[in-house]
């Protein structure tokens, strides 16, 4: 016998950012950020989300009255975190949020791929931040194993046909430049389009290493290449 869906009222809404224009790429969206990270990556720009303890910030019914307060307003929703998948709510939140006409997006970092294939169907768009290559994973995650499920999660999102970019944030304290090279060869082979390179910008971090010569050279390597930094 199955069991029962967890119904989305179970998801734990650790914040909500009511509209952003960069998070849902050609979409006003709100962003919703779940509660809790099986991951500890130094870098975590939501610290705070970490803890899958903490209770919800934001009431499920609270969610549901503001996204309907902004129907014909904003064309869609983000689940950020986090890591949304963590939640056993998250598809029927997914289902909820689609009902009420808006287009969904999720922001993950691939470390429950069963959960994002099954996820797919119900999602427009998808970024998946990948670590590094796969031998950094498990020090920069601080969890062993991860690296192999971040990269099942990838080729699971690249064969959905589902839109989407890859992301990964980099130092040179993270993994060498010749690591990150090795990266983008990586990238490229598995059939990535799109992977933005992001400057890591943790406390004590020093200034992007990269020079002008070097960012060519991943260029040459992964054309179309999105660089962000500070």
């Known amino acids: 016998m199955n069991a029962s869906p967890i119904p989305a ?42 803890d899958a ?3 919800a910030a934001v009431p499920w019914p609270e969610v549901l009255a503001f996204l309907n307060s902004r129907q014909g307003l904003l064309d869609g929703v983000v689940f950020s975190g986090g890591e949304p998948t963590l939640q056993a709510g998250l598809p029927a939140a997914l289902a909820e949020v689609r009902a009420l006409g808006f287009q969904t ?4 970092g691939g470390m429950y791929p069963e959960r994002l294939h099954a996820l797919l169907p119900l999602l427009d768009w998808v970024g998946l931040d990948i670590k590094g290559p796969l031998h950094a994973y ?41 690591d990150l090279f090795a990266l983008a060869d990586t990238l490229a082979d598995a059939g990535v389009a799109h992977w933005a390179l992001q400057e890591c910008r943790a406390p004590g971090v020093a200034t992007w290493a990269l020079t002008a010569g070097q960012v060519e050279r991943l260029g040459a390597r992964f054309a179309g290449i999105v660089l962000r930094r500070g």
């Open 105 to 108: 997006a999720l922001h993950t």
């Open 53 to 55: 303890t903490t209770p």
């Open 9 to 50: 009222s179970r998801l734990r809404v650790g914040g909500m950012t009511p509209l952003t224009s960069i998070d849902f790429p050609g979409r006003l969206a709100a962003v919703l950020y779940g509660q809790g990270c099986p991951w500890r990556c130094g870098y975590c720009h939501n610290p705070e989300l970490l």
């Open 138 to 178: 498990d020090a920069i995650t601080r969890t062993p194993g991860s690296g192999a499920k971040a990269f099942e999660s990838l080729r699971h999102l690249l064969a959905s046909g589902v839109a989407y970019e890859c992301r990964t944030t980099w130092d040179a304290g993270l993994f060498s430049t010749d």
